[in-house]
Nanobody, 127 residues
Framework: QVQLVESGGGSAQAGGSLRLSCVAS????????MAWFRQSPGKEREGITA????????YYTDSVKGRFTISLDNAKNTLYLHMNRLKPEDTAMYYC????????????????????WGQGTQVTISS
């Protein structure tokens, strides 16, 4: 059983930066993919970036490409999301997720391929 705990959310001005962290405990050696999803009120949850835990391969959705960076510190069992040049439309609840499927370009942003989820951390960006 893996538990994921996010932190680092908060408020920022447009153009600013935030860094989210997700600590994984109860280490599961089949945790092959990790990702960040987000959900805004009235919108569906969307996968925004994912990383393969062994190779470090990454995927990004177009809306965050070039602004957000996902990284993983395996020694600390911690996943990060570095968010730069933030926009008001980045306002959402952000969730960390982990799963045992090998990461691929077709399913990286599909929620059902992730088994474990954090409780979420709110990010609010003002203009």
């Amino acid at each position: 059983q893996v538990q994921l705990v996010e932190s680092g959310g908060g408020s920022a001005q447009a153009g600013g930066s935030l860094r989210l962290s997700c600590v994984a405990s109860g280490y599961d050696n089949t945790r092959r993919r990790m990702a960040w999803f987000r959900q805004s009120p009235g919108k569906e949850r969307e996968g925004i970036t994912a990383i393969a835990t062994s190779t470090g391969a990454t995927y990004y959705t177009d809306s965050v490409k070039g602004r957000f960076t996902i990284s993983l510190d395996n020694a600390k069992n911690t996943l990060y999301l570095h968010m730069n040049r933030l926009k008001p439309e980045d306002t959402a609840m952000y969730y960390c997720a982990a799963g045992s499927f090998y990461l691929d370009g077709r399913t990286w942003n599909t929620g059902k391929f992730y088994t474990y989820w954090g409780q979420g951390t709110q990010v609010t960006i003002s203009s």
